[in-house]
């Protein structure tokens, strides 16, 4: 069979690169695919420069871009610059992840030549296998484009087992934090994990964690970190915390590190539910990592918002989670998420008020606001507000080194989002 050459280049800057590291890992679980030519571009410039080397080595081009909701916007104007500046000809402009998934039709209305709907490790190896191969690629699984401005679907990328498929790409030295958990039982009404990744936990096995660690051990990485939606869920398949497996997945990896590289857990880039906090738990994280912080999802102060947005816990155990951290020798780093629909001004206030509370105990809070993002329950409500009071307490909070985050930058973020939903109705 003649196989018409291919060369993928990912748009590899700051947003999306663990995902893109995946992909970039994933094409090598394919044979046919193993020599295709993988260029990684860390900003514009780069970008331009790999897509014309790319088309002088190869008879097809696809741009791999992945990208959050609030980076939308950014993205579509970084698109426009590179189809002004390159031939288009033979090149594939390919978006994946979440908000392309949720928003596909406004995402091929931008000027993305197709979508890669849902978890993207099959798609991006059929849809290479398939141009490689001379097949229509349009009838691969996974992919929508606009057919005459209409969309068409073919359903949604395959939902993988973890352990089928690398957490990063070795061949090309790119690494970063292991995923270890995909998906999440829990259904917190304003994020976007269990709308594309399904309520499920699909956790990365134990020998498998251990493989990807001797390989970054042996590419002399010092620092491990892992990628999960709740860190202390690893193992479970509900609410309830298996601690036995987590102590077994850290042990596997500490004794693979040993003690001169580092292990981060239950902290960036993922979170710990304040109910899964307890003095047992963290004294089993305490005996292998090397974080001397946590970051905890607070969320509110008010329980009124806790209740709608469902999150599923209460507020004294977010104030419990926090004293027990302190307890243990972690800094606890809080979320709390102001704006969120429903929310007075007086729900603010108790949030404040907790926030402040919590900062005297010892915490460091993390301000973020609401935006309606994409594929989740509160899509169509209106952008998170901040009233001017609460506003003045967390820039007081922050000036007193208690407080930090961007939640002034979101503000603006989520009426961009909000002003794109209103288009597309
Ligand atoms: S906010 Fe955290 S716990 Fe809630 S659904 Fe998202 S990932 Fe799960």
Redesign the pocket.
């Known amino acids: 069979m003649e196989i018409v050459p291919v060369s993928l280049v990912l748009n590899y800057q700051q947003t999306g690169k663990y995902a893109l590291n995946v992909v970039a890992g994933s094409i090598m679980t394919r044979r046919i695919l193993r020599g295709t030519p993988v260029y990684f571009s860390k900003n514009l410039e780069q970008l331009l420069t790999h897509i014309n080397e790319a088309q002088r080595q190869s008879e097809k081009v696809v741009v791999g871009w992945s990208f959050y909701s609030p980076q939308f916007t950014t993205i579509i104007d970084d698109l426009t610059v590179i189809k002004q500046q390159t031939n288009s000809a033979n090149v594939i402009h390919l978006a994946g992840g979440v908000h392309a998934t949720a928003e596909p039709l406004q995402t091929l209305n931008a000027g993305f030549d197709l979508v890669a709907v849902g978890e993207g490790e099959q798609i991006i190896c059929d849809l290479l296998a398939a141009i490689a191969t001379g097949q229509d690629i349009k009838t691969t699984r996974g992919i929508a484009y606009l057919d005459a401005e209409a969309l068409v679907k073919n359903g949604k990328g395959e939902t993988v087992d973890l352990n089928d498929y690398p957490p990063c790409a070795s061949r090309y030295r790119k690494f970063g934090p292991i995923e270890i958990t995909r998906g ?1 039982v ?3 009404k304003f ?1 976007q ?2 709308f594309v990744n399904k309520a499920r936990f699909r956790h990365r096995g134990i020998e498998n964690i251990a493989h990807y660690v001797r390989i970054m051990a042996a590419n002399g990485l010092r620092d491990y970190r892992f990628l999960t ?2 860190s202390l869920s690893y193992g479970s398949q509900d609410e309830s915390v298996n601690i036995d497996a987590i102590e077994h997945m850290l042990a596997t990896v500490r004794s693979i590190i040993g003690k001169q590289r580092r292990m981060f857990y239950g902290t960036f880039p993922s ?1 710990i ?1 304040p109910e899964h906090v307890t003095e047992n738990n963290l004294a089993v994280l305490k005996k292998y990592v090397d974080n001397d912080n946590i970051i905890i ?1 607070g969320q509110s102060g008010s329980q009124a918002i806790l209740d709608s947005s469902r ?1 599923g816990h209460d507020v004294e155990s977010i104030i419990n989670a926090v004293k027990i951290s302190i307890k243990a020798g972690f800094r606890p780093n809080v979320d709390f998420l102001y704006g969120l629909p429903g929310e007075t001004r007086q729900d603010a206030q108790l949030t404040i008020k907790l926030a402040n509370q919590l900062a005297d105990l010892g915490a460091r809070i993390h301000n973020h606001t609401f935006m309606p993002l994409p594929g989740t329950p509160f899509r169509n409500e209106q952008a998170g507000k901040i009233d001017n009071h609460t506003k003045q307490q967390i820039v007081e909070l922050t000036t007193r080194g208690k407080a930090y985050g961007k939640w002034k930058g979101q503000l603006k973020i989520a009426k961009e989002l909000e002003l794109l939903k209103q288009k597309q109705q």
Request: charged content about 25%; some cysteine; overall charge positive.
């Open positions: 999440c829990y259904a917190c994020c994990t269990p939606p709740t979170e539910r999802g999150r």
